[in-house]
């Protein structure tokens, strides 16, 4: 059988070994180009004797990975430098199925998109304190979940900034904000208009609405996907969503990504008013996108599923992907940030057992072996792996809090999503400065 894409990086690596050069991540840079295609820089000069025995080594079945520059290049080659020191290589493990080994390689991985996953988890940010909504797949509740836990928070009294990330299934603005309170801008129009212009604080104040929900007691602000202009617009909108995702300007080691105007946009924001918490909706999936939420806002990342092997499937790639990460931060352990909320549960016993089972099988065989610290047990309620459920409610399967405001009441909401309220205040740690 013939070398895939899966395949070509270890086998690359062993081809290298087998000729004794070193490939350690002291020693080089393995880069992988946009097309797939395979090189090592290292940090010495490589003797032609070296480079000919390495030519000879590489298979046909590898060679439409490799490098057209070729396989290897020393210091003294053109570029080399700049690859050496540039700061988004990661350490990878790579296992090696012939010598049954695994070896550490610093890995450069040349992307045309989705550089932002590339990006180490970031340290929290607890000022205010954040939570992102993610989902692994589209349909479960997300954003509802979320609008229920702003209406939660102000009714206790605090202060709330909602941020809708996901711009091409935007639910957020219709959820919590009456049309005539739109604001003139969203997000869609921040990321298409920062790539353009020095956006000032005028431009910010116009992508903020104020919710209905509340009740007197706090305030939830909301920034929307879409503000009043999209929606006098629509034509437009496709042609902004293309040129809202663009990386550009910056440099080819910093480029600026949507994760760097993310952070912006959220700093930025924070800033113009005081919050005690802010509840960002990452896209669905694992969209380029997503990794701006998942990995770079500093917040506790909430990810949704439902008991369908869909999920299981997704959070295997995603959680694999988050294990080549080494946590950098003792103090902040990233893989403490994340939990697994089951979305539309079966509120018997031998369900909810079999679901966690499910995701701590994942969690067990990919992110706890990482550290022997994370000894979580299954029926450990602090492990990442544990799910918050949110129970299948048949008055939240049409979810429309503008028409039928009784949604977001405590009455309605409270037999379903109490665990997940529970759950989300106390990490939002306002139990106390709110009397919640």
Request: aromatic residues 8%; contains cysteine.
């Amino acid at each position: 059988m013939s070398l895939s894409f899966d395949d070509s990086l270890p086998c690359f690596v062993q081809s290298l070994r087998r000729t004794g050069l070193d490939v350690s991540d002291a020693a080089g840079v393995v880069i992988r180009d946009v097309r797939g295609r395979l090189s090592f820089v290292a940090r010495v000069e490589l003797s032609s004797d070296l480079t000919l025995r390495i030519d000879s080594e590489i298979s046909e079945d590898l060679k439409p990975y490799i490098s057209p520059i070729g396989a290897v290049a020393d210091v003294n080659s053109p570029g080399a430098a700049r690859v050496l020191q540039d700061k988004m290589p990661i350490l990878l493990p790579i296992y090696l199925r012939e010598d049954q080994i695994s070896v550490n390689i610093r890995f450069l991985d040349r992307r045309a998109i989705g550089m932002d996953w590339l990006s180490p988890p970031s340290d929290p940010i607890t000022s205010p304190p954040r939570l992102v909504f993610s989902s692994l797949k589209g349909g479960v509740g997300r954003s509802t979940a979320l609008a229920v836990l702003a209406a939660e928070l102000a009714e206790g009294g605090s202060s709330v900034l909602v941020l809708d990330l996901d711009m091409e299934a935007p639910g957020l603005g219709s959820m919590l904000i009456e049309r005539e309170a739109l604001p003139v801008f969203g997000t869609i129009d921040f990321f298409v208009e920062s790539g353009l212009r020095d956006l000032g604080e005028e431009f910010l104040l116009d992508c903020v609405g104020a919710s209905w929900v509340g009740g007197g007691h706090g305030r939830i602000d909301v920034v929307p996907a879409f503000g009043s202009k999209s929606i006098e617009n629509p034509a437009d909108i496709l042609s902004k969503l293309a040129r809202a995702y663009l990386e550009d300007g910056g440099s080819e080691e910093q480029p600026v990504t949507f994760l760097t105007r993310a952070r912006d946009l959220l700093e930025r924001l924070t800033s113009l008013a005081n919050y005690d918490a802010v509840l960002v909706d990452a896209r669905a999936g694992l969209h380029e996108t997503s990794a701006a939420g998942i990995l770079g806002l500093g917040a506790d990342v909430l990810l949704f599923g439902v008991d369908q092997p869909q999920t299981q499937d997704t959070l295997s790639v995603l959680l694999s992907h988050l294990a080549r990460f080494p946590v950098l931060n003792p103090e902040y352990d990233w893989r403490d940030r994340f939990r697994v909320i089951q979305a539309k549960a079966d509120p018997q016993e031998t369900a909810l057992i079999a679901f966690r089972g499910q995701t701590f099988d994942l969690f067990e065989e990919i992110i706890y072996p990482c550290d022997p610290a994370l000894d979580y047990g299954i029926d450990d309620p602090n492990g990442p792996h544990f799910p918050i459920p949110i129970f299948e409610d048949e008055r939240y399967r049409l979810f429309h809090p503008l028409r039928h405001s009784e949604q977001l009441t405590r009455d309605l909401y409270s037999k379903s999503f109490s665990a997940f309220l529970r759950f989300a205040v106390d990490r939002l740690q306002l139990n106390e400065e709110n009397g919640q």
